[in-house]
């Protein structure tokens, strides 16, 4: 099995950037679909956005087009989330997920422990 772990997360104000890393161990990333999900306080879990094992992007939610970028490191076998223009409503903790290659949700089956994220007015 795969073992995620994110990083990244920080307290930032409104318009700033984060970048945040998904880096796996014990197996390669580099054939799988990795996503990103958030859960803010008192809500439910959403996708953010995914990579496909051929590198292609699927949002899940349309407050991310435009704003997050994902990317992958081959090399470090890492994930990244691209954060810009970041808003208030951003706020959550942010997991990075992977299983399969085509961005399905079903084919999830690997989780990271998450990482803070906190934008401040």
């Known amino acids: 099995q795969v073992q995620l772990a994110e990083s990244g997360g920080q307290l930032v104000h409104p318009g700033g950037s984060l970048r945040l890393s998904c880096a796996a161990s014990?197996?390669?990333?580099?054939?799988?679909?990795v996503g990103w999900f958030r859960q803010a306080s008192g809500k439910v879990r959403e996708g953010v956005l995914c990579?496909?094992?051929?590198?292609?992007?699927?949002y899940y939610v349309d407050s991310a087009r435009g704003r997050f970028t994902i990317s992958r490191d081959k090399e470090k076998n890492t994930v990244y989330l691209q954060m810009n223009s970041l808003k208030p409503e951003d706020t959550a903790v942010y997991y990075c997920?992977?299983?399969?290659?085509?961005?399905?949700?079903?084919?999830?089956?690997?989780w990271g422990q998450g990482t803070q994220v906190t934008v401040s007015s």
């Open positions: 997920r992977s299983g399969g290659k085509r961005c399905i949700l079903a084919d999830f089956d690997s």
């Open positions: 014990g197996s390669n990333l580099d054939d799988r679909a």
């Open positions: 990579i496909t094992s051929n590198d292609g992007i699927t």
